[in-house]
Structures are given as structure tokens and as C-alpha cells.
């Protein structure tokens, strides 16, 4: 998610008295949503080549362990959250005024 693109909304938020903490909590939960659902569509899409393995190889076990669906699942979780604090931040520290002035 861009920041930039945003900023009319962020402003307005902001304007309407969003805290700074209220703003990054929006923002960080919104990169935690759509790495999630990445993280899901890439899951489904790796059972889904695994599970075309076998009708090809019957006897080839291609079943992932539960660590590493969940390592899968975590990694795609925690790149979410770190790459989202710095955008996070900028788009708290906006300018309400600036930010709505530029839409």
C-alpha cells in the first residue's frame, strides 16, 4: 500500500481528530490484511501444485509438515509488519492540512 496515494484519506482522517497511533494502527492492520491474503492465495496455490504431483507421481509424498505451513503463513505476516511501520509512520506524522490540499 502507497502512502502517497492515500493521503487525501489520511488527511481527512486525520482532520476528523485521528490520533497519530489511530492512523498506524489503520495502516499496519491494513499491510497485515493483504499479507494474509497473499500468504493464503500462495498456500493454495502450493497445495494446489502439490496435489497435481501426485496424480502424476502416486507415490511421491508431497504433504508440507504443519511448521512449515506455519512458517509459510508467519513469514508472510511478519514482512507485512516490519515493511508497513516505516509507511506507518510517515502517513501518521502527515500534515492534515497539506495532505487534503494536495488531493
Known sequence: MAVAQRTAEIGLCKALGASQLQIMLLVVTEA???STIGGLIGMTLGFAGSWLVVQFYP???TTPPPWAIAAALGTALGTGFIFSL????RAARLDPIQALAKH
Not at 516505516?86 to 509512520?89: E, F, I, N, V
Request: glycine share 0%; charged share 10%; net charge positive.
Open 86 to 89: 516505516l509507511p506507518a509512520r
Open 59 to 61: 507415490t511421491l509424498q
Open 32 to 34: 497485515l490484511l493483504l
